[in-house]
Nanobody, 125 residues
Framework: QLQLVESGGGAVQPGGSLTLSCATS????????IGWFRQAPGKEQEGVSC????????KYAYAVTGRFTISRDNAKNMVYLQMNSLKPEDTAVYYC??????????????????WGHGTQVTVSS
């Protein structure tokens, strides 16, 4: 069974950067699209970014386009989210999730079947 563990969260000032990591165990990431999601207090969970198993054609939410970069290393079973120019509105718990039955992100943010427990990102001055 696939297990995902996020790390790299923390507190930064506006304009700062963080890199989140998603490590997997129990299975490989091969053939699975991987997404990053976030949930801020009092708000619904939203999709942030997704990457196909091949690593091409990453998808980003409009709010993070141009500031966040998703990447993956299938040999190491790792997925990363580089976050630059962070804003207070990026404050949330960030989760990585796997869509093990599809290698493609698709057009929506649904159908992810394995989830990590999240890592907190706080952007504040």
């Amino acid at each position: 069974q696939l297990q995902l563990v996020e790390s790299g969260g923390g507190a930064v000032q506006p304009g700062g950067s963080l890199t989140l990591s998603c490590a997997t165990s129990g299975s490989t990431l091969d053939f699975a699209a991987i997404g990053w999601f976030r949930q801020a207090p009092g708000k619904e969970q939203e999709g942030v970014s997704c990457i196909n198993y091949s690593g091409d054609k990453p998808k980003y939410a409009y709010a993070v386009t141009g500031r966040f970069t998703i990447s993956r290393d299938n040999a190491k079973n790792m997925v990363y989210l580089q976050m630059n120019s962070l804003k207070p509105e990026d404050t949330a718990v960030y989760y990585c999730a796997a869509k093990t039955f599809s290698p493609l992100c698709g057009s929506n943010w649904e159908d992810y079947d394995y989830w990590g427990h999240g890592t907190q990102v706080t952007v504040s001055s």
